[in-house]
Each structure stands twice: as structure tokens, then as C-alpha cells.
């Protein structure tokens, strides 16, 4: 798994300064707090497999959302919709559903 995580970075390889801003950015924001204010019809889609966000941040988020949809790809890391195709088709239907 690590070997593919390794593959998977040098197949996009990103930027040292941007990634690095981005991160310290995502590290310096909290929006907890603000999570049962959303009153919008939400999905949270994530890979059981992540590496960079676990998946009890999903199940975090999902609990403080309100009626918020959770969906746990099996098999699937960080970006989840490469490793998991039907991720598209769960997104698709949901987006489309009536609400």
C-alpha cells in the first residue's frame, strides 16, 4: 500500500511552496463550530483507506451536519474517487435525488 501511495505521488507530483501553504492554511482553520449551521442537504463521501484524513474526521463531520448522508468507500484512500468508480454514481444520485 505504501509502494502505490508512492506511485500515486510521482504520477501527479505537486509543488513544494503551494502544498505547503495550502497545509499550513488547512492547519490554521477550524470550522467546527459552524458545522450544525449548514442546513443544506450533505453528502460526505470518504476511503476507508485515507492516509492524510482519517476516516473519523468523516464520521465527525456526518454527526455534526445535520441529516447529513455518510458514505464510507471500502478500498479507498485519499482520493477516493480513483480508487472507488461508484463513488461517482453515489454523488451522481445524490446530487439528482429530490430533497
Same mark, same amino acid.
Given at each position: %500500500?505504501?509502494?502505490?501511495? #508512492?506511485?500515486?505521488? &510521482?504520477? +501527479?507530483?505537486? /509543488?513544494?511552496?503551494?502544498? &505547503? *501553504?495550502?497545509? $499550513?492554511?488547512?492547519?490554521?482553520?477550524?470550522?467546527? $463550530?459552524? !458545522?450544525?449551521? #449548514?442546513? %443544506?442537504?450533505?453528502?460526505?463521501?470518504?476511503?476507508? /483507506?485515507?492516509?492524510?484524513?482519517?476516516?473519523?474526521?468523516?464520521?465527525? !463531520?456526518?454527526?455534526? #451536519?445535520? =441529516? *447529513? /448522508? &455518510?458514505?464510507?468507500?471500502?478500498?479507498?484512500?485519499? !482520493?477516493? +474517487?480513483? =480508487? %472507488?468508480? /461508484? *463513488?461517482?454514481?453515489?454523488?451522481? =444520485?445524490? !446530487?439528482?435525488?429530490?430533497?
Amino acid at each position: %500500500a505504501i509502494a502505490e501511495d #508512492i506511485a500515486q505521488r &510521482l504520477r +501527479f507530483p505537486i /509543488e513544494s511552496a503551494p502544498y &505547503l *501553504a495550502q497545509l $499550513k492554511a488547512a492547519l490554521g482553520h477550524d470550522a467546527g $463550530k459552524r !458545522l450544525g449551521q #449548514i442546513g %443544506a442537504r450533505t453528502l460526505v463521501v470518504h476511503g476507508d /483507506e485515507d492516509r492524510v484524513v482519517p476516516v473519523a474526521n468523516a464520521r465527525i !463531520l456526518a454527526r455534526r #451536519i445535520r =441529516d *447529513a /448522508e &455518510l458514505h464510507v468507500h471500502h478500498g479507498a484512500g485519499h !482520493l477516493y +474517487f480513483t =480508487d %472507488a468508480p /461508484e *463513488a461517482d454514481h453515489r454523488v451522481a =444520485d445524490f !446530487l439528482g435525488a429530490d430533497g
